[in-house]
């Protein structure tokens, strides 16, 4: 199926009376998620190729591995503490690539891009943000993606919905049976008054569905990309309407947060073991330890560095 540039929505109509979400006969009903925690590949054959589930793909050798960060800057950590002074604040912490096609780091990746998403929502300062799905006509399937988010974008806009950020959804799941199935739509967290979702799909097929404000928009977008589209060279997160690249402007770009001591409010700096009896902690947490056991990094590639010139 072939569409021009200047299609309408309309075109796109299915000749049906009602949302077509159920499966084609074609497609498979097997279940996806048992498929998703064996580490295999789900391809999507049937319409939608190269689409798979967030840590879908292969981790470094280092993901997961634990490492150590902290402060020694011990003469500072001994106002209201309990312990005493002279001990050092250490975080035990795992590496992560931050990748969405990573099986270990995948979760962290859904972390990280909701905390930047919920940033540029926050600059709009247009109010509570609302959570809108648009769910895609049977017959606009084969749509190429760029042309697949142009409609959905032009759906929701005609509903009132002013911008935000939209993530691809490939599958939908059957509530009764747990299982999933091919059924593209699009999940949209932004701001506008939602009115005439009837009009579009009699219009157009499109199914636009207003599922309300949100309290936690960080909470809503980690649970949008945990299940997620993720497809090699596309965006998982696009952005478009009053909050596109091109219309908001001059947002600050986030950036994670430094870790910092709480005691002292240095930066927290990566340690390693010295002690020469005892090992290290090796589960994530954080521990307020005898500060002789660490020394930090560049500290001891440093020393090593002097002694190899010796």
Request: a neutral charge; charged letters at 25%; hydrophobic letters at 35%.
């Amino acid at each position: 199926m072939v569409f021009s540039e200047s299609e309408d929505l309309n075109l796109l109509a299915p000749s049906l009376d009602h949302e077509d979400t159920s499966p084609s006969p074609s497609i498979s009903r097997q279940g996806i998620l048992p498929v998703v925690k064996s580490g295999a590949s789900i391809p999507m054959e049937e319409g939608l190729p190269g689409w798979s589930l967030p840590g879908h793909g292969e981790s470094s050798e280092s993901c997961g591995k634990v490492r150590h960060r902290g402060c020694l800057n011990v003469s500072k950590h001994g106002a209201g503490l309990d312990h005493g002074t002279g001990l050092a604040y250490v975080e035990t912490y795992a590496m992560r690539c931050y990748k969405a096609e990573c099986p270990v780091c995948y979760e962290s990746w859904a972390g990280r891009e909701a905390d930047r998403a919920a940033h540029r929502l926050r600059a709009f300062k247009h109010g509570p943000a609302i959570h809108l799905m648009v769910s895609v006509p049977q017959k606009a399937w084969s749509l190429p993606m760029g042309k697949l988010r142009s409609r959905a974008y032009k759906a929701a806009r005609s509903t009132g919905f002013k911008g935000g950020c939209s993530i691809f959804h490939p599958w939908r799941e059957d509530e009764e049976t747990g299982l999933w199935y091919l059924g593209p739509h699009f999940h949209m967290v932004g701001y506008g008054w939602i009115e005439g979702v009837e009009g579009v799909y009699g219009r157009t097929g499109w199914v636009v569905k207003n599922l309300g404000l949100r309290k936690t928009v960080e909470g809503t977008l980690i649970y949008q990309l945990s299940h997620a589209g993720v497809h090699k060279g596309l965006h998982t997160v696009t952005w478009f309407g009053a909050l596109a690249y091109s219309k908001l402007k001059g947002v600050k770009a986030w950036e994670p947060e430094k870790p910092t001591c709480p005691l002292c409010k240095r930066d927290l700096a990566p340690l390693v073991w010295v002690a020469e009896e005892g090992d290290p902690p090796g589960k994530p947490g954080v521990e307020l330890m005898d500060a002789s056991c660490w020394e930090e990094r560049l500290t001891v590639s440093a020393r090593r560095w002097a002694e190899s010139c010796l």
